[in-house]
């Protein structure tokens, strides 16, 4: 469904991007993970139109994307959330979700019933007067991911939708981003949250300073020894292995 192929992208010294390529397969949920300042976000910005590559190609649905402007790509079909949510201040949750929804629908009244059919479906539809900038953390997750899907996309990628929630608010979302995918909407997500990425993501890609260094099956992909070592810091899988062996 999307093609990245060879991606690069440097800010002054750092190579924040380099070469990478993967698929992303429809119908699924894809993620992809790393740690701090892989270049997970930068990925993201470049697919998603925020960032124009240095080399390399996007393809979505069978079309060269590359470099088109953000909201051309979302008109296309595929949208990305942001790490940080930041509400519309002054405006209701339904007004809120609203703006997702004017990216494919003129009238108001229409926008707005889009709103609170995408409100419930994410579990936000007893706050849709509330003003969305009083929203607990959790309900702000809520409403970013309502207000990508209120833009009908056929693919989202979530900016670590889960970050700054705890293990039950975790919970909680995690039914709401399989509910989106059982709705149609093809997802890519980055996660932090280990638990989240084993039990929703059925392949993922690991980034380590701009490179891709593994990819497969999460449970696998966590045990490599390269990917430990990208996590944990240069030598340390080897130091893990041999305590293992010590303790078997
Ligand atoms: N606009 C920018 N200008 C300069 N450097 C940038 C810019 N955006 C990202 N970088 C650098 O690119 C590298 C990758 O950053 P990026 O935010 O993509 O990593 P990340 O994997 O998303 O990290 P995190 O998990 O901490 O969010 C970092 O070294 C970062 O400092």
Do not use: C
Request: proline share 4%; hydrophobic share 45%.
């Amino acid at each position: 469904m999307l093609e990245v192929d060879g991606i690069s992208k440097a800010f002054g010294g750092v190579q924040a991007s380099n070469n990478v390529s993967l698929s992303v397969p429809e119908g699924k949920i894809t993620s992809l993970i790393g740690p701090n300042g892989a270049g997970k976000t930068t990925l993201f910005a470049l697919i998603t139109g925020f960032h124009k590559p240095d080399a390399g190609r996007v393809t979505l649905l069978g079309e060269d994307i590359t470099g088109l402007p953000p909201e051309v790509i979302a008109q296309k079909g595929m949208v990305r959330t942001f790490q940080i949510v930041q509400p519309f201040a002054g405006q209701t949750v339904r007004e809120n979700i609203a703006v997702g929804a004017h990216l494919r629908i003129r009238s108001r009244a229409e926008a707005l019933a889009k709103a609170e059919a995408v409100a419930e479906q994410v579990g936000l539809g007893d706050r849709l007067d509330m003003d969305a900038a009083s929203l607990t953390v959790a309900g702000r997750k809520r409403l970013e991911v309502a207000r990508a899907l209120a833009t009908q996309p056929k693919l989202i990628l979530f900016d670590e939708v889960l970050a700054g929630l705890n293990p039950s608010e975790i919970r909680d979302v995690i039914p709401v981003i399989k509910s989106v995918r059982e709705s149609g909407v093809t997802i890519l997500l980055i996660e932090h949250v280990m638990q989240a990425v084993m039990s929703l993501s059925e392949y993922t890609w690991v980034l380590n300073q701009g490179t891709l260094i593994a990819e497969g099956v999460p449970s696998d992909v966590v045990n490599d020894p390269q990917v430990v070592e990208a996590y944990l810091g240069k030598g340390m899988a080897e130091r893990i292995a041999k305590q293992g062996a010590r303790n078997a």
